[in-house]
């Protein structure tokens, strides 16, 4: 990274903990190496679009995605969703699905539709591919609603929590989770009432407005899913970050795991596609199984078979054997928790895929293509990141703007793919389309608008604050544009630290110093609410 001006011990003090960040995410480090001195306006231009050919055709996808939209959001942006696509296959992937009030990702959002403005001039919709196998209680709390404008007297209160779920389903994941209803609005509407003290009336007008207008709105209300709800939430509450909703894009969450599994519904009947040639394959498989042992968001084959061998109600042991991945799906206990699958063998060559959940319950599916398509129809089982991204990216050159851990990952199951399909001769030409399509694209942690949390100093805005101060017009837009991108990874750092840093890595006082820095260094240059 290029040395920061000299302008005293702040800006030293900003720089080490941008050091620390690009320490644990390497993409961050590249982007500001290369493009740190840019404009948020010339990044959003210039920005490479890359797409290629892929394995497979797109026109499933195409399809897919416009068959979803269309009862939730009607046949006027699931045309437009899909002639945007057709013209420009990229997808935002850095997000998480549920009705999305995390700052970070809600601004990523902001600048990936500068992009597809300037890419298409024509498109009228932002396509966000968001992962939907995470529990309500992530760091993007899909949980509930995340309000930033406080009066918290410590900044680790910030942003403050109002959920719409309750306690008992914080670990149940996003894809499998039942809609929210009236009495859960008016449980909200209640906390609202009683959170005077630490929220300004302007904010309690919002949420309420929010709760009553958005949330209880019968199109809404008549949706069997969560899932379905936060599709139609996004898209409504996106328009109000704008002074004027008429010219704002059409805001689009497609739930990864959905979408995919309708195309492996296809993928799966086809014997010579991608993802059936990985599972298939015996040889292929295997490669595949050995090379992305251990890797980041793929599987670790020791720690899936001990899960399947030890008692996980033991003190420790559980703990000891998290972040083991699992073998193409995940499966789903009944109250809607992940549970890690093993790829086993059981008696000559019929194969299972075999997991445990943290009571003891074994689940067990056979491994082919019926058994697989008939439990993803059932939810039982859903799809992998690595299933995933395979059958969006690598089979059908689908363009995926990820977060700074997707750049990494990524291109390492690209590279995983290649190598194991090589192993078969007839496989070869595959391998080489596969090592072709461009797969390391980074767009996550930059912050254009921030809010002021007193006396600390500037912390990030909301989807709340922003509809709270009126929304973004002209002159806020151009504001935004002309921020640097280093100065916006700046304004990220205090949703930045929690998600990369190792607690036992961050520094005491993290988040005051990083607040009073905002202020020093960006108050005259970022948009400020």
């Known amino acids: 990274m290029p040395p920061a001006p000299d302008n005293g011990a702040q800006s030293r003090s900003a720089r080490s903990y941008m050091d620390l960040v690009c320490k644990f995410a390497p993409a961050v480090q590249r982007t500001l190496d290369r493009r740190g001195h840019e404009t948020i306006a010339a990044f959003t231009r210039n920005h490479p679009f890359t797409t290629g050919p892929g394995v497979q055709g797109k026109e499933d996808f195409f399809s897919i995605v416009h068959d979803f939209i269309l009862p939730l959001l009607g046949p006027s ?24 009030f995390f700052s970070q990702s809600v601004q990523g959002s902001l600048l990936f539709s500068l992009m597809t403005r300037r890419q298409n001039p024509k498109a009228s919709t932002i396509p966000v591919m968001a992962c939907a196998n995470i529990p309500l209680n992530n760091l993007t709390y899909p949980r509930g609603i995340l309000i930033y404008q406080t009066m918290a007297s410590n900044l680790e209160e910030i942003p403050h929590k109002l959920p719409l779920f309750s306690d008992r389903l914080k670990s149940s994941v996003v894809s499998a989770t039942g809609p929210i209803a009236e009495p859960q609005i008016q449980k909200a509407l209640k906390r609202v009432a009683t959170h005077t ?67 492996l519904e296809i993928d799966l009947h086809d014997p010579s596609s991608l993802i059936s040639v990985l599972m298939f394959d015996p040889d292929v498989r295997q490669a595949l199984m050995t ?62 895929l075999k997991g445990k959940d943290v009571k003891g319950q074994i689940y067990r599916f056979s491994f082919d293509p019926r058994s697989i398509k008939s ?36 291109p390492i199951m690209q590279k995983g793919v290649a190598m194991a399909l090589k192993k078969k001769k007839r496989h070869d030409q595959t391998g080489a389309l596969v090592e072709k399509i461009k797969a390391a694209h980074y767009l996550s942690v930059m912050q254009t608008v921030m809010t002021t949390a007193d006396p600390f100093g500037l912390i990030p805005a909301g989807p709340v604050e922003i509809i ?37 890595e961050q520094p005491k006082d993290w988040r005051r110093d ?4 905002c202020r020093k260094t960006l108050t005259d240059k970022i948009l400020v609410l």
């Not at 309690?204 to 199109?219: C, G, Q, R």
């Not at 809404?220 to 379905?228: G, K, P, V």
């Not at 709270?468 to 002209?474: E, I, S, V």
């Not at 002309?482 to 930045?496: F, G, P, Y």
């Open 77 to 100: 942006i699931a045309r437009r969703a899909r002639a945007d696509l057709e013209a420009s296959p990229v997808l935002l992937t850095a997000n998480h699905h549920g009705v999305d």
């Open 197 to 263: 003290k630490c929220i300004s009336s302007t904010i309690s007008d919002t949420l309420v407005d929010i709760l009553e207008n958005v949330y209880a709105a019968p199109e809404i209300q008549h949706l069997s899913t969560y899932s379905e709800q936060s599709v139609v939430l996004n898209h409504k509450i996106w328009k109000r970050l704008y002074s004027d909703p008429r010219k704002a894009q059409d805001m689009i969450y497609l739930p990864l795991e959905s979408i995919v599994a309708k195309l």
């Open 291 to 352: 090379a992305l042992d251990g890797r980041r968001a793929c599987w670790q084959e020791e720690k899936l078979k001990q899960r399947i061998e030890k008692d996980l109600c033991i003190p420790g042991i559980k703990r000891q054997l998290d972040g083991c991945g699992t073998h193409f799906f995940w499966g789903v206990d009944p109250r809607n928790r992940l549970v890690p699958m093993h790829l086993t063998t059981s008696g000559g060559n019929d194969m299972a």
């Open 375 to 410: 439990a993803l129809r059932k939810k039982l089982l859903m799809p992998s990141l690595f299933t995933s991204y395979t059958t969006l990216c690598l089979a059908r050159g689908i363009t995926c703007m990820g977060g700074y851990y997707q750049s990494e990952y990524l």
């Open 468 to 504: 709270a101060a009126g929304g973004m017009g002209k002159k806020e837009m151009r504001k935004i544009e002309q921020l640097s991108v280093r100065d916006a990874h700046l304004a990220s750092l205090l949703e930045t630290i929690p998600d990369v840093v190792p607690y036992n």
């Open 514 to 517: 990083i607040a009073a820095i």
